[in-house]
């Protein structure tokens, strides 16, 4: 085998010389996986972004490139990216302004009178106060008739609002009903005692009377005129012993019967054995009344 070797390589030796010779310049090496031999760098290629897309290898550059069958059109699309929603702008809240709507509640006889403001949205308030007119009261009217012993009753209605005021109507101011009571008042109380009654006298009646109108004057047991008026007691009937009792201000027979009985003075008076008549005044001035009892025996 060596022998046979030598003469080819001595014939291709010379082949290349004569190449060189007539200027041919000598083919360029291809590309060879020998040791010690570099081949030229080839350009790169970057793939596409289909996947299904074949991508050039460095073995295919070097060779001629081959006819590609038809196919059809490959459209690259990018996958869509999501597209940034603005945030809207906030829209400041509208500014409210009350609205009010007024009612004006008038006063009555009891209470004020006010207007109300209430808007739509629920605010509301209260101002314009007025005061309370009061009542109007019409005429009185009698409902219990008063007596000589017992009080009436009466009432008054408001023209406004109809509410009624009542009051009371003093007992009929009656000079002798006044006297018969105090007289049956005195003798119940001498009963009590074990003692005998006295006898209304009616000239002590009317002499206890004029007393009575005098005490407005001077309210003791001495007459305007200075006089004792057990003096003139005597001079009223064949009488040796006399007394008096007075008052003012008590609204009833027994009201005075009562005051009378705890004095000590005029208790005595009413008690008295001594005496065996009586007379009693009242007279009325300026709503109060004026009392005298007149004793005699």
């Known amino acids: 085998?060596?022998?046979?070797?030598?003469?080819?390589?001595?014939?291709?030796?010379?082949?290349?010389?004569?190449c060189g010779c007539t200027g041919a310049?000598?083919?360029?090496?291809?590309?060879?996986?020998?040791?010690?031999?570099?081949?030229s760098p080839q350009p790169s290629v970057t793939p596409t972004s289909d996947p299904t897309e074949p991508s050039a290898s460095p073995a295919a550059s070097s060779s001629p490139p081959a006819t590609a069958a038809?196919?059809?059109?490959?459209?690259?699309?990018?996958?869509?990216?999501?597209?940034?929603?603005?945030?809207?702008?906030?829209?400041?809240?509208?500014?409210?302004?009350?609205?009010?709507?007024?009612?004006?509640?008038?006063?009555?006889?009891?209470?004020?009178?006010?207007?109300?403001?209430?808007?739509?949205?629920?605010?509301?308030?209260?101002?314009?106060?007025?005061?309370?007119?009061?009542?109007?009261?019409?005429?009185?009217?009698?409902?219990?008739?008063?007596?000589a012993s017992s009080a009436g009753t009466k009432v008054?209605?408001?023209?406004?609002?109809g509410a009624q005021e009542s009051a009371t109507i003093p007992p009929v101011f009656d000079p002798s009903s006044m006297a018969s009571q105090v007289v049956d008042l005195v003798n119940q109380e001498r009963a009590k005692a074990g003692l005998s009654p006295l006898t209304a006298v009616s000239n002590l009646n009317s002499f206890a009377q004029t007393r009575s109108t005098e005490l407005v004057t001077v309210f003791d047991h001495v007459r305007p005129d200075g006089s004792n008026p057990l003096t003139a007691v005597f001079g009223l009937g064949n009488y040796s012993t006399a007394g008096e009792n007075i008052a003012m201000g008590y609204s009833s027979a027994q009201a005075v019967m009562e005051g009378w009985m705890n004095s000590p003075g005029h208790r005595a008076n009413i008690l008295s054995a001594n005496f065996t008549s009586i007379g009693v005044g009242c007279y009325s001035s300026n709503g109060v009344l004026y009392w005298t009892q007149v004793f005699a025996g």
């Open 25 to 39: 310049r000598a083919p360029t090496p291809t590309p060879s996986s020998t040791p010690g031999v570099s081949a």
């Open 70 to 147: 038809p196919s059809a059109a490959v459209t690259h699309t990018a996958a869509p990216r999501p597209v940034a929603t603005p945030r809207p702008t906030p829209t400041p809240a509208p500014v409210h302004h009350h609205s009010y709507t007024s009612v004006v509640t008038p006063p009555s006889c009891t209470t004020q009178g006010y207007t109300t403001y209430t808007c739509a949205c629920g605010a509301r308030y209260q101002d314009h106060f007025t005061a309370a007119l009061g009542h109007s009261f019409g005429a009185w009217v009698t409902t219990v008739a008063p007596t």
């Open 1 to 18: 085998m060596k022998r046979t070797l030598i003469p080819t390589l001595s014939a291709l030796l010379a082949l290349l010389l004569l």
């Open 156 to 161: 008054r209605t408001c023209t406004r609002c």
